[in-house]
């Protein structure tokens, strides 16, 4: 303790020699804030007083090593891996401590996610926001050829929007009024035509049922490495977003994540689902999603919010690439054919007539069912029922005969 508190006052000595102050007034400061547990240090353990020099002046002596030299092979010195490894701490290649530190990683999707950013920041050397962005990149080039599918798919399918969407109106009349013959009729019909010009509107599903456990899987993986916290996700972010393991203060990416979010939605109703495009309601609900959307992701760690935008503008740049004739021709994209409003069955309805429209069949289906329910009490009530008098005569007897009707005539004359 002694040698440790010698070698505190030695330096704090050094560091105020050049600011004027004299050693002696140094130290009565520093042992003031320093106060040891052994014993005191006077002035004499660390000035010692020059006799041969003129005016006795105090001299600082040179501080001895920290480490001693012979104590560097001293089996007291432990090494730092050894260190590490009896804490259960493992090092990857940046000299950080590796995921399985935390308690992350492992064989989970969300674990792949983490190892794969772990890998891109610690061997490949990248930070932590551009791991995240070179991440998002790979993933959606893995996906390219699903969109490119669904491209054509919905470039196929609007060819044949109006037939398709007269039939569709037809079978909701014939259902909306209760007629079962006519309706299902009609959905043979349908089922048919679909068959026959090998359209599915369930195709244009098959993309966001690949993209959902993808984006579910970084969102956790994401959100495990902000609650641990990675230690170098406090420094690994970009301009003003330094720490990505708390929110964004300004709001600024999270604006632009639903910004983005609202563009995307826009441009892949318009691309990739007419069915969505042409239905009001649905045009509504998809432009209110990033509204309703933005108190939840303003509150995200910073890492997800980053990664999300990340992927609303590669999604862009995507459909974008995706718009070029030159493209679509290479990769055998049909030009998709635009309809006006007035090709299609139905008028297009704003948000309030669309509304009442929908009210107005959903109760008309209502009074059908209960007319339904009705006649089918009715029915039930008929069997179980006493049989009504429907005849002039008792049905369970024997006829009376032509004699006994005119007998029983001559009787009511006189």
Same mark, same amino acid.
């Given at each position: 303790m002694a040698s440790r508190t010698f070698l505190q006052a030695g330096n704090y000595l050094y560091k105020v020699a050049n600011r004027g102050i004299s050693p002696k007034t140094a130290l009565k400061q520093w042992s003031c804030c320093h106060k040891t547990?052994?014993?005191?240090?006077?002035?004499? &353990?660390?000035?010692?007083?020059d006799d041969n020099a003129e005016g006795s002046t /105090?001299?600082?002596p040179e501080p001895p090593s920290l480490v001693p030299a012979d104590a560097l092979n001293s089996p007291?010195?432990?090494?730092?891996?050894?260190?590490?490894?009896?804490?259960g701490v493992t090092l990857n290649a940046a000299g950080e401590p590796c995921m399985a530190s935390y308690g992350l990683g492992g064989?989970?999707?969300?674990?792949?996610?983490?190892?794969?950013? %772990?890998?891109? &920041?610690?061997?490949?050397? /990248?930070?932590?926001?551009?791991?995240?962005?070179?991440?998002?990149?790979?993933?959606?080039?893995?996906?390219?050829?699903?969109?490119?599918?669904?491209?054509?798919?919905?470039? &196929?399918?609007?060819?044949? /929007?109006?037939?398709?969407?007269?039939?569709?109106?037809?079978?909701?009349?014939? *259902?909306?009024?209760?007629?079962?013959?006519?309706?299902? !009729?009609?959905? &043979?019909?349908?089922?048919?035509f679909m068959k026959k010009k090998d359209i599915n509107p369930f195709r244009a599903l098959k993309l966001p049922l690949v993209q959902a456990p993808?984006?579910?899987?970084?969102?956790?993986a994401l959100r495990g490495m902000a609650s641990a916290p990675v230690d170098?996700?406090?420094?690994?972010?970009?301009?003003w977003f330094q720490d990505l393991t708390v929110p964004d $203060?300004?709001?600024?990416? $999270?604006?632009?994540?639903?910004?983005?979010?609202?563009?995307?939605?826009?441009?892949?109703?318009?691309?990739?689902?007419?069915?969505m495009a042409n239905n009001p309601l649905a045009s509504y609900f998809f432009k209110a999603i990033p509204v309703i959307l933005f108190p939840f992701i303003m509150n995200f760690p910073t890492n997800l919010a980053w990664y999300w935008f990340c992927a609303n503008s590669v999604s862009l740049l995507q459909v974008s690439f995706l718009k070029? $004739?030159?493209?679509?021709?290479?990769?055998?994209?049909?030009?998709?054919?635009?309809?006006?409003?007035?090709?299609?069955?139905?008028? *297009? *309805?704003?948000?309030?007539?669309?509304?009442?429209?929908?009210?107005?069949?959903?109760?008309?289906?209502?009074?059908?069912? %209960?007319?339904?329910?009705?006649? %089918?009490?009715?029915? !039930?009530?008929?069997?179980?029922?006493?049989?009504?008098?429907?005849?002039?005569?008792?049905?369970?007897k024997s006829p009376p005969t032509a004699q006994n009707i005119l007998a029983k005539g001559s009787e009511t004359k006189s």
């Amino acid at each position: 303790m002694a040698s440790r508190t010698f070698l505190q006052a030695g330096n704090y000595l050094y560091k105020v020699a050049n600011r004027g102050i004299s050693p002696k007034t140094a130290l009565k400061q520093w042992s003031c804030c320093h106060k040891t547990q052994s014993r005191s240090i006077s002035i004499s &353990h660390v000035l010692k007083k020059d006799d041969n020099a003129e005016g006795s002046t /105090m001299t600082i002596p040179e501080p001895p090593s920290l480490v001693p030299a012979d104590a560097l092979n001293s089996p007291s010195i432990v090494d730092a891996t050894e260190v590490l490894d009896k804490v259960g701490v493992t090092l990857n290649a940046a000299g950080e401590p590796c995921m399985a530190s935390y308690g992350l990683g492992g064989m989970w999707p969300s674990g792949w996610v983490q190892h794969a950013l %772990e890998f891109l &920041h610690a061997n490949v050397g /990248m930070p932590w926001w551009l791991a995240i962005l070179a991440g998002t990149v790979a993933v959606r080039l893995a996906l390219f050829p699903l969109v490119v599918k669904a491209q054509i798919n919905a470039a &196929h399918f609007s060819e044949h /929007m109006p037939q398709f969407q007269r039939l569709q109106q037809n079978f909701n009349e014939a *259902k909306a009024y209760g007629n079962k013959l006519e309706a299902a !009729r009609l959905m &043979h019909e349908l089922n048919d035509f679909m068959k026959k010009k090998d359209i599915n509107p369930f195709r244009a599903l098959k993309l966001p049922l690949v993209q959902a456990p993808i984006f579910m899987s970084i969102f956790f993986a994401l959100r495990g490495m902000a609650s641990a916290p990675v230690d170098s996700l406090r420094v690994g972010g970009l301009a003003w977003f330094q720490d990505l393991t708390v929110p964004d $203060p300004t709001y600024v990416l $999270p604006v632009l994540t639903c910004a983005t979010l609202a563009v995307v939605m826009k441009v892949g109703v318009d691309t990739g689902s007419n069915a969505m495009a042409n239905n009001p309601l649905a045009s509504y609900f998809f432009k209110a999603i990033p509204v309703i959307l933005f108190p939840f992701i303003m509150n995200f760690p910073t890492n997800l919010a980053w990664y999300w935008f990340c992927a609303n503008s590669v999604s862009l740049l995507q459909v974008s690439f995706l718009k070029i $004739p030159a493209v679509r021709q290479k990769l055998g994209i049909p030009v998709k054919r635009e309809w006006t409003p007035e090709d299609l069955p139905g008028t *297009k *309805k704003g948000f309030v007539e669309g509304f009442k429209d929908s009210w107005a069949n959903m109760k008309a289906v209502k009074v059908v069912e %209960e007319r339904k329910r009705a006649d %089918e009490l009715q029915f !039930r009530r008929a069997g179980m029922g006493p049989v009504p008098k429907t005849y002039k005569y008792d049905p369970t007897k024997s006829p009376p005969t032509a004699q006994n009707i005119l007998a029983k005539g001559s009787e009511t004359k006189s």
